[in-house]
């Protein structure tokens, strides 16, 4: 026990700071309402953009296949864990992103983890966004490239590294979020990549965010701005707006086909059940058979923003479904958070590391499935627990 007292000492400070953290529980479904901590709330928390997780289409579909094909895939992908269904929904991830082909992992995390180090090595340069996403992060570390930060959606201080860096790497990659998990603002993508161009790098857009969400049909911010033949690696994830899990690039075929051959995960960790596959699949259809999912995603969108900044809200920089609610102050964040589940909306509190400190949020995010009353009393809630916590006046 005492080997490992080191780690009880760094739960108990944890938890002498207030920072150690308890997930919320629900006791039902995923959705824009749902019952938390035995509570019914408003969920403003969860990345189910379009309400897919509970689909009884993606539902029945992921039924068929597992009475059809089993629970598990019983293998890596490959050894002998390549189902057609797995290469049924890469043709259909491909066709929706616009590319030449593309490859699915377990999670957008490992898509990450598995990509970046194929691209780049020792002697490499990747160019990343200071805000880029924690799975980013871990995937340039595990390249053993050079990695050269550029400060969020900054492209003159991008341009500056590139001048300044460039010439000392044999290959280059500039990475990027399409959208930003905490600040809900959209990359920079027009500017970035004729910059990327210039300086002979590759571009790559992770849009765990972006896709389902972005551009037409949802089909993500590089689509967004018509950018498909100008980005090399498109990054998604089958998690969030898809409504299953699962992650994916999306790329010309030889990056694909290297893929196969060097991506750690590709080759060392099992694929997904053929039941997530195929509710994958089923999403990707439901996408095209009900448009109107991504606009009433964005009618809620402009509602809940208008809403919160007439009440006197700071909204920080979002063009996006996420949306922060500025306190600034890490307790007046969290004291906001907790007050709201009083009054029956759930919205999480964010604050160091997370982000910086001093920038503590309230994050929320508003779904398809969200009613005009569900928004409207979300913002009723919040502009009585905006002035209790005295973030409004
Ligand atoms: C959420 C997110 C991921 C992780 O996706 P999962 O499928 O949940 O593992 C990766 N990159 C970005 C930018 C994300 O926002």
Same mark, same amino acid.
């Given at each position: 026990?005492?080997?490992?007292?080191?780690?009880?000492?760094?739960? +108990?400070?944890?938890?002498?700071?207030?920072?150690?953290?308890?997930?919320?529980?629900?006791?039902?479904?995923?959705?824009?309402?749902?019952?938390?901590?035995?509570?019914?709330?408003?969920?403003?928390?969860?990345?189910?953009?379009?309400?897919?997780?509970?689909?009884?289409?993606?539902?029945?579909?992921?039924?068929?296949?597992?009475?059809?094909?089993?629970?598990?895939?019983?293998?890596?992908?490959?050894?002998?864990?390549?189902?057609?269904?797995?290469?049924?929904?890469?043709?259909?991830?491909?066709?929706?992103?616009?590319?030449?082909?593309?490859?699915?992992?377990?999670?957008?995390?490992?898509?990450?983890?598995?990509?970046?180090?194929?691209? +780049?090595?020792?002697?490499?340069?990747?160019?990343?966004?200071?805000?880029?996403?924690?799975?980013?992060?871990?995937?340039?570390?595990?390249?053993?490239?050079? @990695?050269?930060?550029?400060?969020?959606?900054?492209?003159?201080?991008? +341009?500056?590294?590139?001048?300044?860096?460039?010439?000392?790497?044999?290959?280059?990659?500039?990475?990027?979020?399409?959208?930003?998990?905490?600040?809900?603002?959209?990359?920079?993508?027009?500017?970035?990549?004729?910059?990327?161009?210039?300086?002979?790098?590759?571009?790559?857009?992770?849009?765990?965010?972006?896709?389902?969400?972005?551009?037409?049909?949802?089909?993500?911010?590089?689509?967004?701005?018509?950018?498909?033949?100008?980005?090399?690696?498109?990054?998604?994830?089958?998690?969030?707006?898809?409504? @299953?899990?699962?992650?994916?690039?999306?790329?010309?075929?030889?990056?694909?086909?290297?893929?196969?051959?060097?991506?750690?995960?590709?080759?060392?960790?099992?694929?997904?059940?053929?039941?997530?596959?195929?509710?994958?699949?089923?999403?990707?259809?439901?996408?095209?058979?009900?448009?109107?999912?991504?606009?009433?995603?964005? +009618?809620?969108?402009?509602?809940?923003?208008?809403?919160?900044?007439?009440?006197?809200?700071?909204?920080?920089?979002?063009?996006?479904?996420?949306?922060?609610?500025?306190?600034?102050?890490?307790?007046?964040?969290?004291?906001?958070?907790?007050?709201?589940?009083?009054?029956?909306?759930?919205?999480?509190?964010? @604050?160091?590391?997370?982000?910086?400190?001093?920038?503590?949020?309230?994050?929320?995010?508003?779904?398809?499935?969200?009613?005009?009353?569900?928004?409207?009393?979300?913002?009723?809630?919040?502009?009585?627990?905006?002035?209790?916590?005295?973030?409004?006046?």
């Amino acid at each position: 026990m005492a080997t490992l007292g080191y780690i009880e000492a760094e739960v +108990a400070r944890l938890r002498d700071e207030g920072v150690y953290r308890e997930p919320a529980v629900l006791t039902g479904r995923q959705g824009a309402r749902a019952v938390i901590q035995g509570r019914p709330v408003i969920n403003l928390a969860s990345n189910n953009y379009l309400g897919l997780a509970g689909h009884p289409r993606l539902v029945r579909a992921m039924v068929e296949a597992t009475e059809r094909l089993g629970v598990g895939s019983g293998a890596v992908r490959t050894i002998v864990g390549t189902m057609q269904v797995h290469l049924d929904l890469e043709r259909d991830l491909a066709a929706f992103k616009g590319s030449e082909a593309a490859l699915t992992f377990q999670s957008g995390f490992t898509a990450n983890l598995a990509v970046i180090p194929v691209l +780049a090595g020792d002697g490499d340069g990747i160019f990343s966004d200071a805000l880029n996403h924690a799975s980013i992060i871990d995937g340039c570390r595990l390249s053993r490239a050079e @990695v050269v930060r550029f400060r969020h959606a900054d492209m003159d201080d991008l +341009a500056d590294q590139l001048r300044r860096h460039r010439g000392r790497f044999r290959h280059a990659v500039v990475i990027t979020d399409g959208v930003f998990s905490m600040d809900g603002d959209v990359a920079r993508l027009p500017d970035l990549v004729p910059l990327a161009e210039r300086y002979d790098a590759a571009v790559y857009v992770d849009d765990a965010h972006g896709s389902g969400v972005m551009g037409p049909g949802g089909r993500g911010t590089v689509a967004h701005f018509g950018l498909e033949d100008r980005v090399h690696v498109q990054i998604g994830t089958l998690s969030k707006a898809v409504g @299953v899990v699962g992650g994916y690039a999306a790329a010309a075929r030889p990056l694909v086909e290297l893929l196969t051959q060097r991506a750690r995960p590709f080759l060392f960790s099992t694929s997904h059940p053929p039941g997530v596959a195929a509710a994958c699949r089923e999403a990707l259809r439901v996408l095209a058979d009900e448009p109107e999912r991504v606009e009433r995603l964005w +009618a809620n969108t402009r509602r809940f923003k208008e809403g919160l900044r007439a009440l006197g809200f700071d909204t920080g920089a979002s063009e996006t479904p996420i949306t922060p609610v500025m306190a600034f102050d890490e307790r007046r964040a969290l004291a906001l958070s907790d007050r709201l589940l009083e009054e029956g909306v759930f919205a999480q509190g964010i @604050v160091f590391p997370t982000v910086p400190r001093g920038m503590a949020r309230v994050r929320t995010i508003v779904t398809a499935e969200h009613t005009p009353e569900d928004l409207d009393a979300a913002l009723g809630a919040f502009e009585r627990a905006g002035r209790a916590v005295g973030l409004l006046a």
